[in-house]
Antibody, heavy 119, light 110 residues
């Protein structure tokens, strides 16, 4: 079964850091771009970052550029999101999503992990 | 990277057809056919419903269809059913090699 399991969420103070993980199974992880998408409580989806299948190139939303880093370990079939200098407004459910091999869309999603930024 | 514009809500009776619009710019929706649509039920992860403007993944009902005119993409749900009640989001690839989601539309089945 194709599956993504997000983890690593929790409570962090403003200005703090957190690293999210996304464990992939059931498919060839190293052949797919991967994304992070977030959703604040009661709000819409917001695209956060994308990483090439080989990890060589990453793209970020302007709102997180310079503070968040997307990375992957293809040997461990795991995607990461390192989040630094977190702000209260970044409280959200963070989803990892698989990019389709031959298209510009996200075809498999994790269940999400909740990040709460609060003092 | 402003969000694509969608109507906040759309409603219809069972069996009717509804259309959700998604308006962007020539740097995203208008410039590419890489528009996708996602359905999200409360408390659940999003689900891909349409990709590359008008293609349905395996398992998605043919009641869902997509199209585009200029900078506006559209999702049409025909033969509306109770299970279609959910939030819907469009998404587009952009000139900056990033992605942008729409503001989201709540579909209500009357």
């Amino acid at each position: 079964e194709v599956q993504l399991v997000d983890s690593g969420g929790g409570l962090v103070q403003p200005g703090g850091s957190l690293r999210l993980s996304c464990a992939a199974s059931g498919f060839t992880f190293s052949s797919h771009w991967m994304h992070w998408v977030r959703q604040a409580p009661g709000k819409g989806l917001v695209w956060v970052a994308r990483l090439y299948d080989d990890g060589t190139r990453a793209f970020y939303a302007d709102s997180v550029k310079g503070r968040f880093t997307i990375s992957r370990d293809n040997a461990k079939n795991t995607l990461y999101l390192q989040m630094n200098s977190l702000r209260a407004e970044e409280t959200a459910v963070y989803y990892c999503a698989r990019g389709h091999r031959s298209g510009y869309y996200m075809d498999v999603w994790g269940k999400g992990t909740t990040v709460t930024v609060s003092s | 990277q402003s969000a694509l514009t969608q109507p906040a809500s759309v409603s219809g009776s069972p069996g009717q057809s509804i259309t959700i619009s998604c308006t962007g710019t020539s740097s995203d929706v208008g410039g590419y056919n890489y528009v996708s649509w996602y359905q999200q039920h409360p408390g659940r992860a999003p689900k891909l419903m349409i990709y590359d403007l008008n293609n349905r993944p395996s398992g998605v009902s043919n009641r869902f269809s997509g199209s585009k005119s200029g900078n506006t993409a559209s999702l049409t749900i025909s033969g509306l059913q109770a299970e279609d009640e959910a939030d819907y989001y469009c998404n587009s690839f952009t000139d900056s090699y990033t992605y942008v989601f729409g503001t989201g539309t709540k579909v209500t089945v009357l």
